[in-house]
């Protein structure tokens, strides 16, 4: 376990997010400088695993929970029907500047029409 990050500090509620999506093991929260009209990031709530690469066998299962959160978020919010895009950046070169794992879910208008994310 690597130390605390500001997603931890948003999970206890210690710091404002506007949470939209949570469950026992993902929180999901509105991102603070949005690169699409709709920009949600995806967080386990229960580890702080720093990067993708620190990942190992036994967090597949995370993984695949942050990704079903995601999905589930994109469906209930009208999203999935045109499309959205979902990505994890690893590390300062790809853009990583939070270093606990976390999904971007970016939607709400054409790819072509907003830049990448920067978290």
């Known amino acids: 376990m690597s130390s605390e990050t500001i997603f931890s500090k948003i999970i206890r509620r210690e710091i ?17 400088a949005p690169q699409a009209p709709v920009h949600v990031l995806f967080i386990p709530k229960n580890e702080i695993i720093p990067t993708l690469d620190d990942l190992q066998p036994g967090n597949a299962q995370l993984v695949g929970k942050l990704a079903l959160a995601a999905a589930h978020y994109a469906r209930q919010e009208g999203l999935a029907e045109d499309g959205y895009r979902i990505v994890m950046n690893c590390r ?20 072509g029409h907003f830049g990448a994310p920067g978290k």
Do not use: R
């Open 92 to 111: 300062e070169h790809a853009g990583q500047t939070v270093f606990h794992i976390h999904m971007h879910l970016l939607a709400g208008a054409p790819l």
């Open 16 to 32: 404002p997010a506007t949470i939209v999506y949570e469950d026992e093991e993902v929180l999901g929260f509105k991102d603070i």
